[in-house]
């Protein structure tokens, strides 16, 4: 006999979080597998992937390194998705912050001033969110003026912001000093963020990260902004009725996603790279969405769903260098993570039911009374 | 150059930067009027560019090439239809780790064919009637991945207006629960539509690796999924009318490359965005006539089917 579905009466809460770690677990036997096609002993592979890159302190320093544009995008989407706000274009986002945040460091680079030395990072912390915000706002205006999807536009802006940030610093932003190459000058000590520790490049982002995670929870749990993303998602008409403005919840959810990825971007930007480069993420912005599912859209989920991915980059580096794998399987990895997921996630709405489904019986009237009584 | 010589060129190049837009967005029109929307287009014709490449590469066979792209795409749609058919996932979430997926799949299997030569598709010229001046050469000397291309459009608007079967797809997609009630397998009709989605996306990615390049790089398709799903919007799900867009972007994409050749004072890399920056604003002037995108619309997109629900 089949297997067949049984929809629950609730969905179950275990399961919730359950199933990010079975996907975890069928990720690393199915990657194992993966290894040993390639010709790879499966235990040394997997060593060498998930364990070495964070055997000792520097690696696991690096982990938080890479975890941190991950929780931040990550962060902002949650709440877009929570609300059927399908913003796909952090990344796009991210760089814009880097652009803006970046671009002011260049400008206001070799200024001697000491007034101008303190403001130099926050002001571009600022204009890194304000970047992103912007080009948020882009699909939030078509969306709510003209109903254009939002998944469309705002992936599209992402290859426009990869082509504008390329464009800057092949053209303007180019160091002079550079020997013509297609980078901005190294950033002075104004405008990088403090490293934490000495001897790793643990940065200040790691806390504006943990700040972020915070702040969200809060606002995703305490506050009517919170509730109305939460009703907006679960039962658009019931908000309707509330009063809770669809359009309104397009702008703040695009807003709050853009302006936490574009402070992703200037975060990447005065942190570990230091300088602007025509490609200033590998895919941060697009991972942040498996880290969003995979952290079941919680601020605290996603804080240890971004480490499990930022390992996937890492690792991914070290096979690379010890296995000679090529670059793609991280992506592999990745999508394989979302995929085990959501064919997983099935479990948390419904039961595996072996047998005879009950609605293929010849169904009495009262038993239809029945069913109907308990839909209801 | 005479003339007629550069004007036959032009549009040769924008028949081929067409080619794969229309295959793609057929294909997902079909996945989209059966109520599935399958956001891993971008993904599914990268793996059937790099599956093609690397099959015409070891075998010398461009044929047994395309067959492996159509299968090695329809098997990442077969992956597609099981998550969100049979255990009724999100279709967008899955779209999405459906393309993530096929991005770094496709480089995986791609590694050792990067910067391998491949001969392009031989070009089928129909005897006698490629000898038409001007007409002859712009439209019976193509490959046939071309030929198919238009074929497949008209084929699948016969199918959907004109065969019980398209109007059954089509009652899937406007209300799967009426259609369940009168009985008909709304799943494996999906199943079915999502499979030659993806086998469309796998001849995308062929025509792209085997023809319109000829080569093998990674993340070669730069987007062009996502454009072949704006096409289905800007086509209000209209078979001749994707023809019509897919025609439409392959102009501004040579448009764009002709700019760079001639010179004109713009970075190359802005004159790059233009395909996305049109792709945008053709999806404003759809969208903002939302009586129209209703009228043909399907109305079940996206939405997951259980029939106890």
């Known amino acids: 006999m089949l297997p067949r579905l049984e929809p629950r009466k609730e969905p179950s809460r275990l399961l919730t979080w359950t199933t990010p770690l079975i996907a975890v677990a069928a990720t690393l036997v199915t990657g194992a597998v993966i290894f040993w096609f390639m010709g790879h002993s499966p235990g040394t592979a997997l060593y060498t992937f998930f364990v070495r890159p964070v055997a000792d302190l520097y690696g696991f320093t690096e982990l938080l390194v890479k975890a941190t544009p991950l929780v931040l995008c990550a962060v902002g989407l949650a709440i877009g998705f929570r609300a059927n706000v399908w913003n796909i274009g952090a990344e796009g986002q991210l760089t814009l912050g880097a652009v803006f945040g970046g671009g002011l460091a260049i400008f206001l680079h070799g200024t001697e001033s000491a007034l101008v030395q303190a403001l130099t990072l926050p002001l571009m912390l600022i204009a890194g969110v304000l970047g992103g915000m912007a080009w948020a706002a882009i699909p939030a205006f078509l969306k709510t003026r003209y109903d254009a999807n939002e998944i469309l536009t705002s992936l599209m802006l992402t290859y426009v912001a990869t082509l504008l940030l390329s464009t800057l610093v092949h053209g303007p932003w180019k160091d002079p000093a550079g020997y013509n190459f297609p980078e901005s000058v190294l950033f002075g000590e104004a405008a990088l963020l403090p490293v934490l520790w000495d001897g790793t490049r643990l940065h200040l982002g790691g806390l504006l990260a943990l700040f972020a995670v915070a702040l969200a929870w809060f606002v995703l749990a305490r506050t009517l902004l919170g509730f109305q993303v939460k009703v907006v998602g679960m039962a658009p008409q019931a908000a309707g009725y509330a009063g809770f403005a669809r359009r309104r919840m397009v702008w703040v959810t695009l807003l709050i996603a853009g302006g936490l990825a574009g402070l992703a971007g200037i975060v990447e930007v005065a942190g570990p790279i230091g300088q602007l480069l025509p490609v200033v993420s590998p895919g941060y912005g697009f991972t942040a969405i498996i880290v969003a599912f995979l952290g079941r859209l919680h601020p605290l989920g996603i804080l240890f769903a971004a480490l499990v991915l930022a390992l996937s980059y890492l690792g991914g580096e070290t096979a690379q260098i010890e296995l000679g794998l090529p670059q793609g399987i991280t992506g592999v990895f990745q999508g394989m993570i979302l995929f085990f997921l959501l064919a997983s996630d099935v479990l948390i709405r419904y039961r595996v039911r072996f047998g005879a489904p009950a609605i293929a019986r010849p169904a009495t009237v009262a038993e239809g009374g029945e069913r109907a009584e308990q839909g209801a | 150059m005479s003339p007629d010589l550069v004007f036959v060129s032009v549009v040769l190049t924008v028949i081929s930067a067409a080619t794969p837009l229309l295959f793609a967005a057929t294909g997902e029109l079909v ?279």
């Open chain 2, 31 to 309: 996945v989209e009027k059966s109520g599935v929307l399958n956001l891993g287009v971008e993904g599914m014709m990268l793996v059937g560019a790099v599956v093609g490449f690397a099959v015409t590469t070891l075998s010398g066979s461009a044929t047994l090439g395309i067959l492996a792209a159509v299968l090695g795409a329809a098997a990442m749609s077969a992956l597609f239809a099981f998550i969100t058919l049979t255990l009724l996932a999100n279709q967008v979430a899955t779209g999405l780790a459906l393309t993530l997926f096929g991005v770094g799949f496709s480089a995986l299997l791609g590694q050792p064919f990067v910067g391998t030569p491949v001969e392009a598709l031989p070009k089928l010229a129909i005897p006698g009637l490629a000898a038409i001046p001007v007409l002859g050469p712009l439209l019976f000397a193509h490959d046939a991945l071309v030929y198919l291309s238009v074929i497949m459009v008209g084929a699948v608007a016969w199918f959907l207006y004109r065969t019980r079967a398209g109007l059954v797809l089509r009652a899937v997609g406007d209300s799967h629960d009426a259609a369940h009630a009168i009985g008909h397998p709304v799943v494996l009709v999906r199943y079915l539509a999502v499979l030659f989605g993806g086998a469309m996306c796998g001849l995308a990615g062929a025509f792209l690796s085997l023809s319109y390049t000829p080569m093998w790089g990674e993340n070669m398709t730069a987007g062009r999924g996502w454009i072949a799903l704006a096409l289905v919007v800007f086509a209000t799900w209209r078979p001749l009318r994707v023809l019509a867009g897919a025609y439409l972007f392959g102009a501004v994409t040579i448009l764009q490359l002709h700019a760079q050749g001639i010179g004109v004072e713009v970075p190359s890399q802005v004159l790059s965005m233009l395909p996305y920056l049109i792709t945008i604003l053709v999806l404003v002037l759809i969208s903002r006539d939302q009586a129209k995108v209703r009228l043909n619309a399907p109305a079940c997109i996206g939405k997951v089917f259980h029939p106890s629900a």
